[in-house]
C-alpha cells in the first residue's frame, strides 16, 4: 500500500531547481532510514541519495553529488529532496522510500519496504 506522498515535480529547464518533498500522512517514521530513487522510461529505478533516520548522515549517487541535498524533519514527518543544477539526464518519475529495518544508510531498494506513488521531474535542453 501507498504510505509516503512524493509532490513538487514538475517541468523545468537545464539549469533550473526542483524541490520534492514527501510527507507520510497517518504514519510516524521519523525512526526510519529515508532514500530517494528515480527511474527514466525503460530504466531500473535507481538509488539517488540516503539519509538515517536521526539525519546525521547522507549518502547521494556520484551523478547527483554536490547538485542534490536531502534532508529531514522528524517532527514535520517529512524528508525533502532539493535539486539543483538539473540536468535533461535526472528527467524520470522520483520516489521516496522509508526503511523499517535498515540501521544506518540504506542504498538499495530491497533495503526498503515502503514506497511513494512517485513524482515525474522532466528537465528540458
Known amino acids: 500500500q501507498v504510505v509516503l506522498v512524493e509532490s513538487g515535480g514538475g517541468l523545468v529547464q537545464a539549469g533550473d531547481s526542483l524541490r520534492l518533498s514527501c510527507a507520510a500522512p497517518?504514519?510516524?517514521?521519523?525512526?526510519?532510514?529515508k532514500g530517494w530513487f528515480r527511474q527514466a522510461p525503460g530504466k531500473d529505478r535507481e538509488f539517488v541519495g540516503a539519509i538515517t533516520s536521526n539525519g546525521g548522515n547522507v549518502y547521494y549517487a556520484k551523478s547527483v553529488k554536490g547538485r542534490f541535498t536531502i534532508s529531514r524533519d522528524n517532527a514535520k514527518n517529512t524528508v525533502d529532496l532539493q535539486m539543483d543544477n538539473l540536468k535533461p539526464e535526472d528527467t524520470a518519475v522520483y520516489y521516496c522510500a522509508a526503511s523499517s529495518f535498515a540501521t544506518a544508510l540504506a542504498l538499495y531498494v530491497t533495503e526498503y519496504d515502503y514506497w511513494g506513488q512517485g513524482t515525474q521531474v522532466t528537465v528540458s535542453a
Open positions: 497517518g504514519r510516524r517514521f521519523s525512526t526510519y532510514a
